[in-house]
T-cell receptor
Framework: NAGVMQNPRHLVRRRGQEARLRCSPM?????VYWYRQLPEEGLKFMVY????????ESGMPKERFSAEFPKEGPSILRIQQVVRGDSAAYFC????????????FGDGTRLSIL | QQQVKQSPQSLIVQKGGISIINCAYE??????FPWYQQFPGKGPALLIA?????SEKKEGRFTISFNKSAKQFSLHIMDSQPGDSATYFC??????????FGKGTLLTVNP
């Protein structure tokens, strides 16, 4: 399967712990996007990255959230000191380029905070 | 930020019927209109996309109709099947890569 791979599919954390979500883009894709889907809501853009660069993080909360896309390895979305409100499905998408290039989504990581 | 209004919020169709979902946009600068399909527990999947220089695009049973003057576009699913039951999202975009999803349309196709 050459699609966007996300892991883990489900993640349970207690309040105050750290959550790390991983995303491997489709082969040949160098642009990665993270979205968050709260219950009963549509997906909301969080951050756009290219290799080793954060292009746009305007949709990401200023505190506790960070993202990276290193030269080697998957993109990581990191949430520190998680709170109940962080419970959501986090989706990663990738594309060959930006703008009108189609974004292909993974199946998401469902984060539950106890 | 893309602004798209989608209707209906939910739709129930009998097998073999036609499913129609409508969308209206505001920003005429947008030049890319994709539709995504999402099954429960899965990520959104690009279904079909259209650009405003085309009035209609068909892929199998799925057709997008585009009315640039009215700033509206719609998805028609012909011969709807139970396997088409999913949530459908219409989006609009341009050079902006920030896809904005609304709540979508929950389609249920009864056997």
């Amino acid at each position: 399967n050459a699609g966007v791979m996300q892991n883990p599919r489900h993640l349970v954390r207690r309040r105050g712990q750290e959550a790390r979500l991983r995303c491997s883009p489709m082969k040949g894709h160098s642009h990665v996007y993270w979205y968050r889907q709260l219950p009963e809501e549509g997906l909301k853009f969080m951050v756009y990255l290219q290799k080793e660069n954060i292009i746009d993080e305007s949709g990401m909360p200023k505190e506790r959230f960070s993202a990276e896309f290193p030269k080697e390895g998957p993109s990581i979305l990191r949430i520190q000191q998680v709170v109940r409100g962080d419970s959501a499905a986090y989706f990663c998408a990738s594309s060959q380029g930006q703008g009108n290039q189609p974004q292909h989504f993974g199946d998401g990581t469902r984060l539950s905070i106890l | 930020q893309q602004q798209v209004k989608q209707s209906p919020q939910s739709l129930i169709v009998q097998k073999g019927g036609i499913s129609i979902i409508n969308c209206a946009y505001e920003n005429t600068a947008f030049d890319y209109f994709p539709w995504y399909q999402q099954f429960p527990g899965k990520g959104p999947a690009l279904l079909i996309a259209i650009r405003p220089d085309v009035s209609e695009k068909k892929e199998g049973r799925f057709t997008i109709s585009f009315n640039k003057s009215a700033k509206q576009f719609s998805l028609h699913i012909m011969d709807s099947q139970p396997g088409d039951s999913a949530t459908y999202f219409c989006l609009s975009g341009g050079s902006n890569y920030k896809l904005t999803f609304g709540k979508g349309t929950l389609l249920t196709v009864n056997p």
